[in-house]
């Protein structure tokens, strides 16, 4: 039996990514930072689909000795891996002055460094014949720096470029593709910030369901890279032609007006 490695599993985009992939029938290797909520989601999955097999494991992505832990819980199973879709994230959005150090190790860890070692324990634990998959959830933040995101859009954008070098480095024996999400309503904040965005913010948002469905589609085609959402493709198009400068400015006069933080509440 091989397995789906999902981080971010009880998240509001990881929980669709496991639901979309529990109605498949593929067996599941959940990962988060709760043991609590991480038994509640197996559950869930047990009771609507009994004959699912769902292995969880504890896992903070910032630390190295929690990666190497949750591998070892693979390798003391026999744990084969047939995809990881990394969809954990940190999303932090606030002036520069006002991060300190764990704001900036946690978002770029969690964004960057895990799915990077993730991918490489993954890659040590699957076929190499074409079929293994990793999936990774990037952001359309990533297309232009942004002013007020800055560290955010900066570790998406090292992550689409890691998974858009591996895609060429394993052609043929894996797939790798990394997607794009716009506005996404996994969580009261984001719902907030969404309305704060006006049109842009509605015409830009697809709900966590259809952001899984479509991903998994791209991946399934080997798609490099993948924009979620028509209207996010032609945004995605259009500022390609903007000059960097215009664009910068028009970002930090919107983004300052509103902050996000991952630690509020922690
Ligand atoms: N929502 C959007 O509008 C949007 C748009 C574009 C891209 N994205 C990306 O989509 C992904 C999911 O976001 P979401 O909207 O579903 O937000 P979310 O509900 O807050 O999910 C974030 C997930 O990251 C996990 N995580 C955070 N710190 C972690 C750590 N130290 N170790 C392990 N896991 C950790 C959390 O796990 P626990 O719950 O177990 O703590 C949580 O499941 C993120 O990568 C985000 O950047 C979201």
């Known amino acids: 039996m091989k397995y789906t490695l999902l981080t971010g599993a009880c998240g509001g985009l990881g929980g669709a990514f496991a639901e979309v992939l529990a ?51 693979c390798d003391e199973r026999d744990m084969r891996l047939a995809r990881l879709v990394y969809v954990a994230g940190v999303d932090t959005q606030m002036a520069f002055e006002k991060y300190d150090e764990a704001r900036i190790v946690t978002q770029a860890r969690v964004n960057l460094e895990g799915a990077v070692s993730l991918m490489r324990g993954m890659l040590a634990r699957c076929d190499l014949d074409g079929t293994a998959e990793i999936l990774a959830v990037g952001s359309m933040s990533a297309s232009t720096p942004m002013p007020y995101f800055a560290l955010y859009s900066a570790t998406k954008k090292g992550l689409e470029y890691q998974c858009m070098a591996l895609h060429e480095e394993f052609k043929g024996r894996a797939k790798v593709t990394c997607v794009l999400p716009g506005s996404t309503p996994t ?15 509605r015409l830009s948002q697809k709900t966590p369901e259809q952001v899984a469905r479509a991903s998994l589609a791209a991946l399934s085609k080997n798609r ?26 028009f970002i930090c006069k919107k983004w300052s007006k509103t902050e996000k933080d991952f630690f509020a509440g922690k």
């Not at 969580?187 to 913010?201: A, C, M, Q, S, Y």
């Not at 924009?227 to 960097?244: D, E, H, Q, Y």
């Open 23 to 73: 109605s498949r029938g593929e067996p599941l290797f959940l990962t988060g930072t709760s043991a609590e909520k991480l038994q509640k989601k197996r559950e869930e999955l047990a009771a609507r689909y009994p004959a699912l097999s769902v292995e969880t494991c504890v896992c903070d992505l910032r630390e190295e000795a929690s990666r190497r832990a949750l591998f070892s819980f």
């Open 224 to 249: 490099r890279r993948a924009v979620i959402g028509f209207w996010n493709k032609c945004l995605r198009a259009a500022t390609s032609v903007v000059p960097m400068s215009v664009k910068l400015r």
């Open 187 to 201: 969580r009261e904040d984001i719902v907030e910030n969404i309305k704060t965005h006006g049109l842009f913010g």
